[in-house]
């Protein structure tokens, strides 16, 4: 209760709280980022060696705790004090303590836009459930953005979690009421589903997976279904402004799908903190 009050009256000690935490879990969300599809994959071949009864084989521990991490080249574990979050990166230079390796600059970013989310969430939402619950969706996100962009997969094990807290905490009327919830969630994911099977009957390709419906349905079941038209409209224009780019200057193969997930992600973020104004604005401008 102390805390609750020392940040109620001190809003910058606040952000510098969450600054730091968004910090820490962005550290965390790397490991989550390149394991998670790693272990979906091992237990995929697992189930697949029983089903067609071939010898099951044995790997070591792989989760996101085991083993621990370590330099990709040279297998040196990383020591807590090489693994501060960017202040580590600077002080490394960017290097491998022991072999000089380079380490991406990929790792201190998304530590580094975790933070930012994580500290635009706080000046936009008063301390509280409504401003913990919208952090835990913006590092969900991230998250899931990143894993479809290396993978193309949206994992059912962060999604299908989201879906379901998102119906529960309607019920407290945090973001949305129950009603609307639950018809956003069923509308978010028919919506994408509908256009999957249109694009599937004209073309016989697919251009979208599963996990987009699902993604869609989160924000459904979080912020309503009032938010579903905004949402996919921005994340269409900007998915197709990013895909012809891609196309032009950096001569991507159109053959080889563009992840959706991440311009999803990006727009249900933007309607959770600014979706009342997106929305105003939008219908101002069809003339409603």
Excluded at 138 to 144: D, F, K, R, V
Aim: proline share 5%.
């Amino acid at each position: 209760m102390e805390l609750a009050a020392l940040f109620q009256a001190e809003p910058l000690l606040l952000v510098i709280f969450v600054g730091i935490m968004g910090l820490l879990v962005g550290s965390f969300l790397n490991v989550v980022i390149y394991r998670l599809p790693v272990m979906m994959e091992n237990e995929w071949r697992q189930e697949c060696e029983e089903f067609l009864e071939l010898e099951i084989t044995h790997v070591a521990p792989f989760n996101l705790m085991l083993p621990l991490s370590c330099c990709q080249k040279c297998k040196t574990q990383i020591r807590p004090w090489q693994n501060i979050p960017v202040i580590s990166y600077l002080l490394l230079r960017g290097k491998c303590a022991k072999c000089k390796q380079t380490i991406a600059l990929r790792y201190p970013l998304i530590e580094a836009l975790t933070a930012i989310c994580s500290v635009i969430i706080s000046l936009h939402f008063e301390y509280g459930m409504e401003l913990l619950l919208a952090l835990l969706l913006t590092w969900a996100l991230i998250a899931l953005s990143f894993i479809d962009i290396d993978k193309q997969l949206l994992p059912d094990s962060i999604t299908l979690p989201l879906i379901w807290l998102g119906l529960f905490i309607s019920i407290f009327e945090l973001y949305s009421n129950t009603v609307d919830s639950i018809i956003g969630a069923i509308a978010g994911y028919l919506s994408l589903w509908s256009v999957y099977q249109l694009f599937k009957l004209f073309t016989g390709k697919e251009g979208m997976g599963y996990g987009d419906f699902k993604l869609l349905a989160v924000f459904g079941a979080w912020l309503g279904w009032q938010f579903i038209p905004i949402i996919v409209l921005l994340s269409s224009i900007v998915g197709a402004v990013i895909g012809i780019s891609m196309v032009i200057f950096s001569k991507h193969n159109r053959n080889v799908p563009i992840p959706f997930g991440p311009y999803l992600a990006t727009a249900g973020w933007l309607a959770l903190i600014w979706g009342e104004d997106i929305n105003q604005m939008y219908l101002t401008a069809i003339g409603f």
